[in-house]
């Protein structure tokens, strides 16, 4: 039903790059990459498959539609607004919006060229499905079957800050309400208790086996983080640089490096940015350079680059479900998060020398 209109566009990864900015949109209300990559893999990522787009630039748009933590409600966002003083609606509205405005046009433009350039760089040849074979082939599954991938994310979008306050729902509560809707309908169609629960452990089987994989690498790489702090080792580097008396923009590549680095090495992107985060302010107020044009793009930087690391949540969880290697990933993923760093580094010094 979806793949028939959006195989009129005759563009498969224009529609990839309208997927990227449809995740994007979404993050304003789930502030979970990994939860957003999970919802957006089980409904978009089988369109772009049948439009004939790859698997590796199918996962790649999927797994970077968080790569801006730009939502009012987001952890890092509310504790960079406090951090350098300003109100959290003011940080949002003035100085994020005006980056990620601008990375829309940029970091789309750059998922289409380079997926579709690797795409035939690999030999992938685009061949949409053929829809009236799969229709024959299917199991005679009632077409409103169609609604049930969607409900977990219609309950996010529902009950949030966008509509409905007064009922909070998460993304584990969402994907069980709807696992449990769909069980009821495959019970009231074949009236068979024993098939319909033997068919749901493939559900929890794909979860265990995701999760596990998850955990490992975030316990290894927040004690590779750990160590990296304890050590001192990144203190060291700030207070290095601010002996050699590196100017205020100067002092913001540092920062922003140290970021950027940190997260691609442990795999996490709010480890290494609330870690630092605290010592941001002195060294602000030491070159001079306002709190939050340091904090900006730092927190940005820690968003877009975990997105680089084959051992981050979202690329993990990503690349496992869409049956890729995540080292594969991350090299779909490069191109478009550079561009986005740009992005970020370049507003930020817009708003330095404009006064913004």
Known sequence: LTIKPLMALKSPYLVMSGTWIIGMLIGLCINSASGLAMLLMVTMFPILLGLGVSRLSATAAVATTLCFDWSPSDTGTILSAETAGVDPVVYWSHYQVPIVAVAFVVVGVLHYLTQKYMDKRDGHIVQPMEVEKVEEEADNAPMWYAILPVIPLALILSFSSL??????????????????????????????????LGDIQTFFDGLGMQMANVITLVVAGQTFAKGLVSMGAITTLIDGSKNLGFGPMAMMLVMVAIIAVSAIVMGSGNAPFFAFAALTPAVAAHSGLHPVLMLLPMHFAASIMRNCSPITAVIVVSSGMGGVSSFDLVKRTAIPMAGAMIVTIGMTFFYYYTGW
């Open 163 to 196: 509509w409905i306050t007064t009922i909070k729902m998460n993304i584990v509560m969402a994907m069980f309400i709807g696992l449990t809707i769909g069980v009821m309908c495959e019970y009231g169609r074949w009236r068979d208790g024993q098939k319909v």
